[in-house]
């Protein structure tokens, strides 16, 4: 890499640091270091041209795109021009097709990289008082999104069967580990929602590699299966799950630790079709199982030692797997990425991976702001974050370097003050109140119906020429 190059590079990897309060020896202000940044450009992008859109500069822009409320390629390639004028340095064209080709050209495993490494170095800086009893409690969800109806994104995220061709939009299975301590996704999978090993356990079992032993995993009973805990077990790690409706929980057996909590054995299964025998005969015969009845929920948990952890800690503890659905739904909602931009599969998977990567430097801000304000991460939020670092976007970008630590400071103590309401107990409704407008459902595929309008068109004017 030459001179011209790297001079470029540092000054890309300092703005971008900048924009997320990114700062050698501040606590939780280095999750994204500058050095292991260039590293990993150099191992992902090889030696690539030195191009108005670079592969840092394009990413940059990338993560503007999805953080912005507008969302579009143009947006993002006038920022780049205002961006460019800004360091004095040639215009740009604001044509879109230059960027779109270099969103084409960035590598997915960059921004995967990034988006994962940043999690994990947020969890591994992140203060002992934010864990559960000193433990790593991860949580574990899955979601769809869907996409434009193109004949690519059609052959690798098949529509809902249920919608006729032409009249459905493709969907992707999305399954993330989420840190419940500070909020940042640790890992994440992406692939279709229909066909074999495409559920959300199947899913699972690809990111089981990223539990350490030591951690909880909190899910849903669509995880309460026998394989997957023993999975979990295997690991070291320990599980807090909803028991699954079709498993029966007969507390008059097994170990009584107390009302409708006791231990029981649970015995292995017979092989299923899609685990072949080496993985089934490493899979213990027996689990030894605590089953709890709490308010409504039968749970079933690994944390075994009654004394230690009490019925109502675990109903506190599965109390929070809420917190995976607020974080899917600030992605998803907030971020806007519950209906995707782009026109082929390969290009979904970067935009999945690029609002990902987003979040987590969004949580990183929000980590430093919640230390220094001396708040859990929990307790601060998303939206109102997100709002107010895209405020100050255009401030950081343009501030000198002498002045950037004051901004910093401002933008961390208003972040702080970003505190959500305290509401226990609060319930709502799965209802809307606001009624949709009264448009007719599209019933046959739109070029079809195009053409009837054209030529009832032309009829029309027929009939008034003659």
Not at 24 to 45: D, Q
Not at 254 to 280: C, E, F, S
Not at 424 to 429: A, F, T
């Amino acid at each position: 890499m030459n001179n011209s190059k790297k001079k470029h590079l540092a000054g890309q990897v300092r703005r971008l640091r900048a924009r997320f309060v990114q700062s050698v020896g501040a606590v939780l202000g280095n999750v994204l270091p500058a050095k292991s940044l260039k590293r990993w450009i150099r191992e992902e992008c090889g030696n690539y041209r030195q191009r108005i859109y670079s592969p840092l500069r394009t990413l940059t822009l990338f993560i503007e795109q999805v953080l912005s409320a507008d969302h579009s390629c143009q947006d993002a390639v006038a920022r780049g021009l205002s961006d460019l004028i800004s360091q004095k340095q040639a215009p740009c064209s604001l044509n879109t097709a230059g960027y779109c080709k270099a969103r084409q050209r960035l590598p997915l495993g960059l921004i995967g990289r990034m988006g994962r490494e940043t999690g994990e170095s947020l969890c591994a800086q992140q203060p002992k008082e934010w864990l559960w009893r000193g433990r790593e409690v991860k949580l574990v969800d899955g979601a769809t999104v869907s996409m434009p109806d193109t004949e690519a994104n059609q052959a690798n995220f098949p529509q809902n069967r249920s919608q006729k061709a032409g009249l459905g939009f493709p969907l992707a299975r999305l399954v993330a580990v989420v840190s419940l301590s500070c909020g940042a996704v640790l890992d994440w999978a992406v692939g279709p929602c229909k066909g074999k090993m495409t559920g959300e356990t199947a899913m699972m079992w690809k990111l089981a590699g990223q539990l350490r032993r030591g951690d909880i995993v909190i899910a849903d009973r669509y995880y309460a299966g026998y394989f997957m805990i023993a999975l979990f077990v295997q690991l070291g790690v320990d599980v807090v799950i909803r028991q699954h409706q079709l498993r029966h929980t007969d507390f008059r057996r097994g170990q009584r630790l107390g009302l409708k909590d006791h231990i029981v054995n649970w015995d292995r299964p017979q092989r299923p079709a899609w685990m072949d025998a080496n993985t089934y005969a490493t899979m213990p015969e027996t689990l030894v199982m605590r089953e709890v009845r709490i308010g409504g929920w039968t749970l079933v948990t690994t944390l075994a030692d009654a004394q230690e952890v009490s019925k109502r800690d675990l109903y506190d503890l599965y109390h929070l797997r809420w917190q995976i659905e607020l974080d899917i739904r600030s992605i998803k909602t907030v971020m806007q990425m519950d209906v995707l931009r782009c026109m082929t599969p390969e290009m979904v998977e970067k935009e999945i991976a690029v609002h990902m990567l987003a979040y987590n430097m969004v949580r990183a801000t929000m980590a430093q702001a919640a230390h220094l304000g001396r708040v859990l991460p929990r307790q601060l939020s998303f939206k109102g974050a997100l709002q107010l670092l895209n405020a100050f976007e255009e401030n950081l970008r343009h501030c000198p370097l002498g002045r950037l630590v004051v901004n910093h400071a401002f933008l961390l103590a208003g972040l702080a003050k970003m505190k959500l309401p305290h509401r226990p107990g609060r319930v709502e409704p799965r209802a809307v109140k606001r009624r949709p407008k009264p448009h007719e459902l599209l019933t046959k595929p739109r070029k079809i119906l195009r053409s009837r309008l054209l030529k009832k068109q032309q009829r029309h004017i027929a009939a008034c020429l003659s």
